[in-house]
């Protein structure tokens, strides 16, 4: 039995009409669930409480979630706010009109990250899935990327401070680099965070460069993967077993934490990865078999893709690998030829070459 974390005013996350990231997915998803999947014995869902200022302070300064919760307070109610808005957020955050109540709805996501670490380390669960979680943009005093509150860091600094953790696995599967979260993690030793994205030259945020590895004590601990455009399930396989899977052996963390949703599929629409859908229950799978290693605890954080046609049926996917449920799965949209084979192969192959070469003075498995 595994745990899913979704409220209804989820929906509240939106940043309204003209703006690529739309409420919608937290209807499609849920609904796309109960169709295929139900409740019964394979997942039971709960619902978390939004966080307060003083939870936030642990991954926030003050003055950007005052500025934050009153802004977009304001913008929803259609009032005009202090033009300080790009001194806290990037252009990506602005609502071009009237939008939800979007800060509340952050504080949701928040409460799902903490939530979803108590119900595992008070051993109610080994596998929760937070439905609209991994906002990984966001930093300590700067929101973007549709990214208001970061719950993947909140997630690890949570677990530092309330259970005493030590060793913490970040996996970011999303197309996009993590930068906010690679931030918050770029000198602590205790978090392994690995990112796998599209290479940063080709797509937003333009960092998470295979040379970025960390600083000071966390030198090391952080490992980009920058995939080439139009990576498939080939090149995901590769960097998995010959990258992920050893150096996380090596490393023994005590929960893994991942996030992503569908932005790598071939069809999204502002990336240019080349995942299937199969791709996706892949990594499912591998985080699966990742978490034996911490006693099968694991935290996915489910909220990214762009496109309303293949995300319910790849987010199911990812959770139907996690928890090694027999789903039947299609792909929504016909497999053009350039993805039917992983055309791109011997590019990933020279990025993990170079991933190796920087990190091999750090870790025993890549001399």
């Given at each position: 039995?595994?745990?899913i974390?979704?409220?209804?005013?989820?929906?509240?996350?939106?940043?309204?009409?003209?703006?690529?990231?739309?409420?919608?997915?937290?209807?499609?998803?849920?609904?796309?669930?109960?169709?295929?999947?139900?409740?019964?014995?394979?997942?039971?869902?709960?619902?978390?409480?939004?966080?307060?200022?003083?939870?936030?302070?642990?991954?926030?300064?003050?003055?950007?979630?005052?500025?934050?919760?009153?802004?977009?307070?304001?913008?929803?109610?259609?009032?005009?706010?202090?033009?300080?808005?790009?001194?806290?957020?990037?252009?990506?955050?602005?609502?071009?009109?009237?939008?939800?109540?979007?800060?509340?709805a952050?504080?949701?996501?928040?409460?799902?990250?903490?939530?979803?670490?108590?119900?595992i380390?008070?051993?109610?669960?080994?596998?929760?899935?937070?439905?609209?979680?991994?906002m990984?943009?966001?930093?300590?005093?700067?929101?973007?990327?549709?990214?208001?509150?970061?719950?993947?860091?909140?997630?690890?600094?949570y677990?530092?401070?309330?259970?005493?953790?030590?060793?913490?696995?970040?996996?970011?599967?999303?197309?996009?680099?993590?930068?906010?979260?690679?931030?918050?993690f770029?000198?602590?030793?205790?978090?392994?965070?690995?990112?796998?994205?599209?290479?940063?030259?080709?797509?937003?945020p333009?960092?998470?460069?295979?040379?970025?590895?960390?600083?000071?004590?966390?030198?090391?601990?952080?490992?980009?993967?920058?995939?080439p455009?139009?990576?498939?399930?080939?090149?995901?396989?590769?960097?998995?077993?010959?990258?992920?899977?050893?150096?996380?052996?090596?490393?023994?963390?005590?929960?893994?934490?991942?996030?992503?949703?569908?932005?790598?599929?071939?069809?999204?629409?502002?990336?240019?990865?080349?995942?299937?859908?199969?791709?996706?229950?892949?990594?499912?799978?591998?985080?699966?078999?990742?978490?034996?290693?911490?006693?099968?605890?694991?935290?996915?954080?489910?909220?990214?893709?762009?496109?309303?046609?293949?995300?319910?049926?790849?987010?199911?996917?990812?959770?139907?690998?996690?928890?090694?449920?027999?789903?039947?799965?299609?792909?929504?949209?016909?497999?053009?030829?350039?993805?039917?084979?992983?055309?791109?192969?011997?590019?990933?192959?020279?990025?993990?070459?170079?991933?190796?070469?920087?990190?091999?003075?750090?870790?025993?498995?890549?001399?």
């Amino acid at each position: 039995m595994i745990a899913i974390l979704y409220r209804q005013e989820l929906k509240e996350y939106d940043f309204g009409p003209g703006h690529p990231f739309r409420s919608d997915r937290y209807e499609i998803f849920p609904k796309f669930l109960k169709e295929n999947l139900p409740e019964d014995k394979n997942y039971q869902v709960l619902t978390a409480e939004p966080v307060t200022d003083k939870d936030l302070v642990l991954i926030c300064q003050k003055d950007y979630i005052d500025f934050t919760r009153d802004y977009f307070k304001a913008r929803n109610l259609g009032q005009d706010f202090n033009n300080r808005f790009y001194q806290y957020h990037s252009v990506d955050n602005f609502p071009p009109v009237r939008p939800g109540r979007l800060e509340e709805a952050a504080r949701i996501i928040i409460g799902q990250a903490k939530l979803a670490c108590d119900l595992i380390q008070q051993k109610k669960f080994r596998k929760v899935i937070s439905l609209g979680g991994g906002m990984h943009h966001a930093k300590l005093n700067y929101g973007e990327g549709f990214c208001l509150y970061n719950d993947v860091a909140f997630a690890a600094k949570y677990l530092f401070k309330e259970y005493k953790l030590e060793r913490i696995l970040i996996l970011d599967t999303d197309a996009h680099a993590g930068d906010g979260t690679m931030e918050y993690f770029y000198q602590e030793p205790k978090v392994l965070f690995i990112d796998l994205h599209q290479d940063p030259r080709t797509l937003y945020p333009e960092t998470g460069f295979a040379n970025q590895i960390g600083q000071g004590q966390g030198k090391g601990y952080t490992i980009n993967v920058p995939l080439p455009m139009f990576a498939g399930n080939d090149s995901y396989k590769l960097v998995f077993e010959e990258i992920v899977e050893p150096v996380v052996k090596e490393f023994q963390p005590q929960i893994i934490i991942r996030n992503g949703g569908s932005d790598p599929h071939f069809a999204d629409e502002l990336t240019q990865l080349g995942l299937t859908i199969e791709g996706f229950r892949m990594i499912g799978k591998k985080i699966k078999k990742l978490a034996e290693i911490c006693d099968g605890r694991a935290i996915d954080m489910i909220g990214s893709g762009y496109n309303k046609k293949v995300l319910p049926h790849s987010w199911l996917a990812l959770i139907s690998g996690l928890t090694d449920l027999k789903i039947k799965l299609k792909e929504p949209i016909p497999i053009p030829q350039r993805f039917k084979k992983d055309f791109v192969l011997e590019e990933t192959k020279k990025v993990v070459k170079e991933v190796k070469n920087n990190l091999k003075y750090y870790w025993q498995c890549f001399r």
